[in-house]
Each structure stands twice: as C-alpha cells, then as structure tokens.
C-alpha cells in the first residue's frame, strides 16, 4: 500500500472514526484505525464491536486532489498515537507506504514516523444492513434531537434499556424518548423525506451512539439517511457510515407516566428560573441528591431553597410571568431541571404541577413538541 | 459588620486570593478567606501559611465607589464556595451582613445565601516585614523573569532547596537560576529602581510562590516593590501584598556548572527545533525518560531520532543556520529542551555541545541574559 494524502482531509476522518474507538477495548485489533486504500481513495474504520464509524477520502472533491493512491493495499494502525502524529506533520501533504511486514512509513516534510502496524485481515467485518427502508432528515434537526434527550438517559446499568433513547416513527412523526426512571425528556419532530412512509416502534439506540453521532455531523441541512435493519440502525451522510448495534429489551410505555391534568400552572422566563437553580445548588456540589424546595409566595413570586447542613443556606426569589391553581410545595432533584432547561431553547417555560408527590411537566410555552417530566423528593 | 460593595471589584479579589488557599490544608481556619471591613475599605486575606496573599478594595478608585461601609468588623468565610458564589450573583451589587453568630448573610437581588463563617480573631497574624530595605521592578519584567526560570525547579522533595527559584541581587543585576539537577534556566535583568542599591544572595523563593505571583500580576509596566527581611520576602503592589516564606539551607554554586568553552556550535530556527522534538517525542509519550538522540548528517542537517519499542521509530532532519566544529553524537532528555524553547522569546538560538557525555548551552542568538543548560543522558 502507498499513496499520498492530503493532511487536513486525514486528520479530520482519523478524529470521526476515532470516536468509535473505546480506550478500554481489551481486543487489540480495536485499539487499532483500519485504513484501505484502493481505485477510488481511502477508507478508515473505526469500531468497539457495537458502534462503527466508517469515513471515506475521495480521490477527488470539489476539483481538489485529496488522495494520490500509488499501490492499493490495507493496513491496521494505533488510534492512540495517529490522530495526535498526523496533526503535528509539518507539511500538507503526507505520504503513507506500508512494506511487507506491516510496518508503515509516514513521511511529511523531514519527519519519518515508521510505526508498528497489525495485519489488517484480522480485523471484523462491519454488519451487513439491508437499506431497503430508510427515512432521511437534516442532518442540524438530528443534531437538535439528540442534545434535547439524551442527556436524560440512565448512566447506570441497573436497567441497560434506559442507557439508550427510544425511537419511534408513525406517520412519519418521529418521537425521541429518553429517561432514567427519575426524569424523562422527549422530543417530536416531523420527518418530511419519508417516501416508502416507514414506520417503527421499539427501536431503542445506545446513548453513546448518538453522542459520538452528533460530535461528528455537521451543523448544516444536508440530509442524512436513516435505516433500521434487524438489530442494527445505520446513519448514511455523504462520505461517512455509522452502524450501531440496537438495545434488546422491551423499552417502558412512558405514555402513561405523563400526567395531563395540572393542578398548578406557572409560566416562567428560563434563563431567570435556571440562574436561580444553578445558585441554588452552589452550597450543595458536595451532596447526594442536589434537592431544592420550591413554593410560592404571597407575591405572586417562587421561593427556591436548598440547605447544606455545616455550609450554609441559599434562598432564591424568582418572578413569574403568570401563576395559576393550587398553592405550591415541592421538593425534586435540582440538578435534573439545570439539564433539561440548558437545552431547552424557548425563552419562557411552563409547569404543570400535579401535587407535592406527583411528577410535573415542564414545556416551552405554547408548543407540544417537546416535554420534560421530573419525579419530587419525599423531603420530611 | 455589614458593607456593600461592587461585584466585579469582590470576585478579583478573592480570586487573588485564594491563589495562596491550599485545598489540602488540615488547619480548618486556613480554608477560609479573612474579610476585615474598616472606614478606608474592605481587606481580603487567604494564607497557606507559607504564603499568604493579602489584597485591599478601597471604598473609591477612580472616582468610582466601590465598597460602602456601614458597619466595620470582620469574619473568616470557607474559600471553597465563595469565588463561585458572588461571581454568580444575579446584580452588580452586594451586600454583606454578619451576625454575632459568625453568619454571613450575601444578599444581591432575588439570592440570599447564609453561609456559616469562623471567628476571625482564630486567623494566623501575617509575618512582619520590616520595609527599610527594596527595589523596584515593573511587572512585566517580573513575571518574565518568572515564566523563564520557574519550570525548572524541581518537583521532588529530596532536595528542598531545589523546589526553590534562586536570586541573586549585585550592582543592580538580579540573577534568577533555577534546577533540578538534570537541567537549568539561568535569567538576568538590571534593576533600575534600586535608590539604596540593595545587594543579596542566598535568596531562595519557593517555586509555588512565584507561579501564584505570576498568575496575580497583570502584564503592565507599573512598578511593583519587593523587600527582603530575614527569612521572609514581600512582593507590594498598589492594592495587594504577596508574603513568602524563603527556603532554607545552601543553593548550589551553579555557576561552576556552565562550561565556558564549545566543541561543536549550532544555530537553529527555534521553532523548526521545537517542533521537531515536540514531534520526535509523540511516541514516547508514554516513556519515562523521553529520550531523544541528536546527530549531525553530512548535509549540515542534524537528524533527531527516537525509537520506542513496540510502537515504532520517528526521525526528524532539521535544518541548521549554522554548524561549527566536531561531529555531533548526544542523547538527552527532549522534555527538558521543549521546556526551554517554549519560554524562549527569541526566533533564533545557538547551542554550544562540549562533547557526548558533558552539560550542553542554549542560548537565543549573541545574548547573554538567558542561559539553559541540559545533561546528557548514557546511552548503549
């Protein structure tokens, strides 16, 4: 194998295909970048065995020479070392030659790197997906879905189905679910490049799937292909795919949990309400639980409280655009709001509340296509 | 005590100092910050009792009223939260009352934090200094003086006096060395502010008090004053004082290690060499002792290799300005020559080898107020 590359090309497929790689991996071909070389340009691999990212350098783009291939060829090359090595050559242009015993030369300028690569036959075939029905959707729409959910998903493995966020397409609406039994988020959005009106329910996909995705999409409208084949879900763009495996298991019906009635209703300015919660908890980085106190005042005004025994005591007052319904005293998990508000991007919020031992509702004013569902605390 | 005061103002200073707060400190006072307000302003004081650091807000500067004092007393106030909590606040403006009971109450729009504080009377005195004898330096000179020779201190405590940073004051020349007995920055500078023509030596500054001084100090041209008691050193600027204790025990008689002569003198663009050996180290980031060997090639080039078993090999030719005198052949630890050339102002160096086994200079190009000096490492 031998061809000369262009650096910045490389050095941004070696970053997106690295982020499939784990640094925990105990098999070694997958500590390892698969790079092929052959007529058309260059392919790079990178995989954990669930989640793999495959990016593609043409010959050729935009009338610009990328690749110059000399000799086809493939090889297996450390992740750890190259993206770092290449970024540092010093000059535009890299040249790639690999000799008999997997051993590749990188020259650029006056710097040689001759590493120690592994056979890349060794390396596991990347899962057959039919794309036969698939649904494309801008790739900046994708990007906004996954902030806005899957922050909530559970980060323990009690329950591994709520490690991943749920899809489901009917009519050619999709819903984004995520939760971790003390707070859910949930996204709708419609999807417009549906030909074949695909529809699925149950499809459940690893959070760190889709946080590696939305690192390595651009923030643009370009479409992207969606396909859900079997146990796999693949994200075509342009020059790069992404496989994941699918999570097993039957995903909660969380359409239930959501309460529709209210027994309070206040309407409130984010940015107020998330300044006075982010205060709120300053005293309590230490502790378990970040709860805080809220009930309302004569004023029309919330009261926001947290106590950290030893430290100290903070007390909010934050205005509301509009109080309505029952008096108010509650105590939930601070911490999960702060999440939920950060990605919210409304500029007024509503929330329902439902009593001191009922979960609440909160939602941009005005719009049902986004929800956020916080469990109280039993405080005593 | 009670006083309002603005919040910008509040946050710098205790941002300043909390700089000399070591989080690891087991004496519960020396976590707090030291708050005394009188009838001229408000004094701000942390101290891990090697260092402390103390720094004043004024009730006017600028024509601006900074700090309005309705009642003088003081408090001492966990470091720990406080930084982040009145950097937080939601107004411009904020109010501090403290009651008998040691609590503060922090007041600023919509936020009232009541956060337990210490009896002041238990905070440490600061060490007198007597002020007759200083000079004078801007603090720009000072904190490049600081940057240049600091990263050289030791880091290991077997020998004390090496974590410290030497200074030698004579006929106006303040000579900075510091070492870890594999390499040293040397630095000189003229003081020109010196009226009573102050002189000493034997003056070790713990390394960890000049990196904090380095960080308060804004890069200016205002004078700052130093002043050398006993065993004690004070830094004075316009609204803040820098205590430090000085270390203990011998400097080593560095100057008998810089050999005057040369056997070999190369001249080299100090950013082609930086990169070269940030380069030729890029696999070896996991060795221990980082090892380059240098050699010079018939071209007049010097070729720069480092092999790391298992990974691979890197070679790196550098061009030189110059190349004078015998045949090169040295191993050295690359760390330490990245660490000079990245506090190197200038474009261009000259470095003087003395043979494969014996110390080598850098020095920027015909200037003599800044030396590194390097040991070779054995190598079969």
Chains 1, 2 share one sequence.
Request: hydrophobic share 40%.
């Amino acid at each position: 194998m031998k061809f000369t590359i262009q650096r910045d090309a490389f050095v941004q497929s070696v970053a997106d295909v690295s982020k499939a790689i784990s640094p925990r991996t105990t098999i070694q071909i997958l500590t390892g970048i698969k790079i092929v070389a052959d007529q058309d340009g260059i392919t790079l691999t990178g995989s954990d065995s669930d989640l793999s990212i495959e990016s593609f350098i043409p010959k050729e783009k935009d009338g610009e020479e990328l690749v110059n291939i000399q000799e086809e060829g493939s090889i297996v090359l450390q992740a750890r070392f190259f993206g770092d090595m290449i970024k540092k050559l010093p000059e535009t242009s890299i040249e790639v030659a690999v000799n008999d015993q997997f051993i590749a030369q990188i020259t650029s300028g006056g710097s040689v790197f001759n590493i120690n690569g592994i056979d890349p036959d060794e390396y596991p075939r990347l899962p057959d997906v039919e794309e036969a029905d698939l649904f494309r959707m801008p790739k900046n729409l994708l990007k906004t879905l996954i902030r806005q959910t899957a922050f909530a998903v559970s980060s323990v493995e009690t329950r591994p189905i709520l490690t991943g966020i749920h899809w489901h397409l009917e009519d050619s609406v999709l819903t984004c679910t995520a939760t971790d039994s003390h707070r859910l988020a949930m996204r709708m959005a419609k999807v417009d490049d549906n030909e074949n009106n695909l529809s699925f329910s149950n499809v459940v996909i690893p959070g760190k799937t889709l946080t590696e995705l939305n690192k390595i999409l651009n923030d643009t409208d370009e479409l992207l292909e969606v396909v859900v084949a079997g146990n796999q879900i693949l994200f075509k763009g342009d020059y790069f795919l992404l496989y994941s495996r699918l999570l097993e298991g039957n995903y909660p019906a969380t359409k239930n949990m959501i309460p529709t009635g209210s027994k309070t209703s206040v309407k409130l300015e984010t940015k107020r309400l998330l300044d006075a919660i982010e205060r709120a908890l300053l005293l309590s980085r230490e502790g378990k639980n970040n709860v805080v106190h809220v009930k309302n005042l004569e004023s029309g005004e919330l009261e926001i409280t947290s106590v950290t025994p030893e430290v100290g005591k903070v007390t909010e007052h934050v205005t509301t655009m509009s109080y309505e319904g029952d008096e108010l005293k509650i105590s939930f998990n601070g911490k999960n709001l702060i999440d939920a508000l950060r990605v919210m991007e409304a500029s007024e919020v509503h929330i329902n509340f439902t009593g001191a031992m009922s979960p609440f509702v909160l939602k941009p004013i005005d719009e049902d296509h986004m929800l956020h569902l916080f469990s109280p605390v039993r405080t005593y």
